[in-house]
């Protein structure tokens, strides 16, 4: 796809999900067989349209797809009462995670307009007499050293699949801890956890509340994003783990002693955590201990649940 032509379509797709976000409900909240009928219409296309922009053949069709799904999905979110309609079977096709106190739900997916390049996209739906919804604007390519200190909005997004929403609360406030998989970078793979809270503006990503090592484990820094970076064909786990009432994840480090390489770093076997303490998650260090087996033994099971 050529340069220009991308950057039209990002805008194309912004001004479609954007426009204005607040809807207000015609009558009652609940949803009627009209809509019902109408949303499962929609729903039809929807499916239809996800399948060819995530494996149409010629990559600039799949971009052309992903802007026909965003105006079928922002006439979905318009319908009185859409909040209430499951999308059972469009979230075969994309991520479709609800926060567990009913007050959002967040619509995500992936385009890969070429071997080499991973767009990503999304959109909040908010619950409501008035529902209102905020699509998300990938800004990940444009964040480098300063990622896990910046604080986002829905038009400056860390871009990535979600795979978990963990509702907390954290200094008196109500916040979501979003788990994701970033993999646009050329040769490393991050799994991350955002901190998402609404303002009246909207919703906001970030805040510092890890406290974690630094890239050289040499002293605790307070970061207001997680962001593990790995190589690119390493496999790490990052979760939360009710059992232990604790995020756990896989402690990482260069193969080739060298900090600065991130798409070096694989995991070492051990499994740190993040458990909150008041305001903050502090770091753990072997938060599952790692049974060391003698020659012949075999591993208990259970050692590693969870991880």
């Given amino acids: 796809m ?16 954007a426009g204005p976000a607040v809807f207000a409900q015609k009558g009652t909240s609940s949803l009627s067989k009209e809509s019902q009928e109408t949303l499962g219409q929609l729903e039809d296309s929807l499916v239809a349209l996800a399948d060819s922009m995530i494996q149409a053949p010629v990559p600039d069709d799949r971009i052309d797809f992903c802007v026909r799904f965003t105006k079928k999905l922002r006439s979905a979110f318009e319908i009185a009462g859409s909040f209430d309609y499951p999308f059972s079977r469009l979230a ?40 209102r919804f905020y699509p998300l604007k990938d800004f990940s390519s444009n964040l480098e050293k300063d990622a896990a200190t910046t604080t986002l909005n829905a038009d400056h997004w860390y871009g ?5 929403i963990l509702s907390q609360t954290i200094g008196g406030q109500k916040v979501y801890l979003l788990f994701g998989f ?13 901190v998402l ?8 990503f970030g805040a510092p509340v890890f406290v974690v090592p630094d890239d050289r484990g040499e002293r605790m820094t307070q970061v207001s994003r997680f962001i593990l ?18 995020i756990l994840y896989s402690r990482i480090t260069s193969e080739i002693a060298d900090p600065n390489r991130k798409s ?8 740190d955590g993040l458990k909150q303490e008041s305001d903050v998650y502090r770091f753990v260090k072997d938060a599952v201990p790692v049974l060391k087996l003698q020659d012949g033994q075999a591993p208990i099971d259970g050692v590693m649940s969870g991880g």
């Fill in 92 to 131: 075969g096709k994309i991520h479709i995670l609800n926060a567990d106190d009913k007050s959002f739900r967040i619509f995500n997916w992936l385009i890969a307009p070429s071997e080499n390049i991973r767009r990503y996209y999304g959109a909040i739906q908010m619950a409501g007499e008035e529902p």
């Fill in 182 to 194: 970033n993999s646009a970078a050329m040769g490393s793979n991050k799994k991350l956890i955002d």
């Fill in 197 to 204: 809270s609404f303002d009246p503006q909207g919703p906001m």
């Fill in 264 to 271: 070096t770093y694989i995991p070492t076997g051990q499994i």
């Fill in 160 to 164: 990535c699949e979600y795979y978990k």
């Fill in 2 to 17: 050529q340069k220009g032509k991308f950057f039209y379509v990002l805008l194309s797709l912004t001004v479609i999900l």
């Fill in 229 to 246: 970076e790995y190589k690119k064909d390493a496999q790490i786990y990052l979760n939360y783990d009710d059992s232990k009432k604790m």
